[in-house]
């Protein structure tokens, strides 16, 4: 059975860093490009990240540019996401999601909360 | 970037019924859009990719139209299980991938 999960939030305050892991199951990061998307409170869906398979390329939203990295484990089968400089604004379930079949986000794990807060 | 409009923000819909909801892309995506579903509490689930192709175990009775820059996605009988948000997303300009900002699907 293919699946994500997802673990590493917490309460954080302005200004610090944490990490976020994903563990895949059931199939190898090897292959596939890997996203991080974030859900702030009772808002939309927003991306966040994305690692090529071959990680040699990474991409990120406007908002996070320099203060988030984005990187992968292959023999962990791991996804991460380091996240510096941390605002409120950075509060948030963040998921991590396959692109999968047809280019799509197939796969998603459950989501870990991050809340930042003095 | 191509910014995505969903509408209407909510619909409220009797089971049984037929509801059709609506994505707007702000430039051409071809056919480079899925359909997400979200209940509270949960990860969004692919629906449609390919903005017509339906995703591994999804009913029947939902389907999605489109190329370009307007979409649908339509539930042909509304079950309770239903009741939920829809988002919208482009996987053509990127990056960034955009969502669109969703469409409650309520209890009438």
């Known amino acids: 059975q293919m699946q994500l999960v997802e673990s590493g939030g917490g309460v954080v305050q302005p200004g610090k860093s944490l990490g976020l892991s994903c563990a895949a199951s059931?199939?190898?990061?090897?292959?596939?490009?890997m996203h991080w998307v974030r859900q702030a409170p009772g808002k939309g869906l927003e991306w966040v990240a994305v690692?090529?398979?071959?990680?040699?390329?990474?991409y990120y939203v406007e908002s996070v540019k320099g203060r988030f990295t984005i990187s992968k484990d292959g023999s962990k089968n791991t996804l991460y996401l380091q996240m510096d400089s941390l605002t409120p604004g950075d509060t948030a379930v963040y998921y991590c999601?396959?692109?999968?079949?047809?280019?799509?986000?197939?796969?998603w794990g459950r989501g870990t909360v991050v809340t930042v807060s003095s | 970037e191509t910014v995505m409009t969903q509408s209407p923000v909510t619909l409220s819909v009797s089971p049984g019924e037929r509801t059709t909801l609506s994505c707007r892309a702000s430039?051409?995506?071809?056919?480079?859009l899925a359909w997400f579903q979200q209940k509270p509490g949960q990860a969004p689930r692919l629906l449609i990719y390919?903005?017509?192709t339906r995703a591994t175990g999804i009913p029947a009775r939902f389907s999605g139209t489109g190329s370009g820059t307007e979409f649908t996605l339509t539930i042909s009988s509304l079950q309770s299980e239903d009741y939920a948000v829809y988002y919208c997303?482009?996987?053509?300009?990127?990056?960034?991938?955009?969502f669109g900002q969703g469409t409650k699907v309520e209890i009438k």
């Open positions: 999601a396959r692109e999968g079949v047809g280019r799509a986000f197939d796969i």
């Open positions: 059931g199939f190898t990061l090897k292959k596939y490009s």
């Open positions: 690692i090529s398979a071959d990680g040699r390329n990474k």
């Open positions: 430039q051409s995506v071809g056919t480079n």
């Open positions: 390919g903005a017509s």
């Open positions: 997303q482009q996987y053509d300009n990127w990056p960034p991938w955009t």
